[in-house]
């Protein structure tokens, strides 16, 4: 595990942890408040689509730094790393579409159904936390 950048992981779980303290206000919201006031989206969205990009990050450093197979594409982090017994089974199958929700933030921004943020917000906040508990396990390790 010397290849890791335990202090970088580091940092980037703290930012991914400052806006899961960001995300929990708009989680709290009703979906009529939260649709109704297009701030909420926004921030949601946005602070949804860092969010993933951290876990997405942290994912490929590890898999670069332990020199373990590249997937094709974001999508086969999770699977890789579950492989490898860094996250676990039932993270990675929970959350094998996040980066393609991250995609759709991304690229079709104009095309982003906010009841879906809503519901992503809803149904895969607490993925933040485990995934860092996850990792914290890891590193530990």
């Given amino acids: 595990m010397s290849d890791i950048d335990k202090e970088l992981i580091r940092r980037k779980l703290e930012s991914l942890r400052e806006y899961i303290q960001r995300l929990e206000e708009l989680k ?8 109704g006031d297009h701030h909420n989206f926004g921030l949601a969205e946005h602070y949804l689509q860092l969010s993933i990009e951290i876990v997405l990050d942290v994912c490929r450093h590890l898999v670069v730094a332990l020199n373990i197979k ?25 959350n094998k579409n996040m980066a393609g929700f991250r995609n759709r933030l991304v690229h079709e921004y104009s095309e982003v159904d906010h009841g879906r943020v809503y519901t992503y917000l809803q149904n895969y906040f607490g993925e933040f936390e485990i995934f860092i508990v996850e990792i914290s396990r890891y590193l530990q390790g």
């Fill in 28 to 35: 709290a919201l009703n979906k009529q408040n939260f649709l």
């Fill in 70 to 94: 590249t997937p094709e594409d974001s999508r086969g982090l999770f699977q890789i790393l579950a492989e490898q017994n860094i996250l676990t089974g039932k993270f990675s199958e929970k």
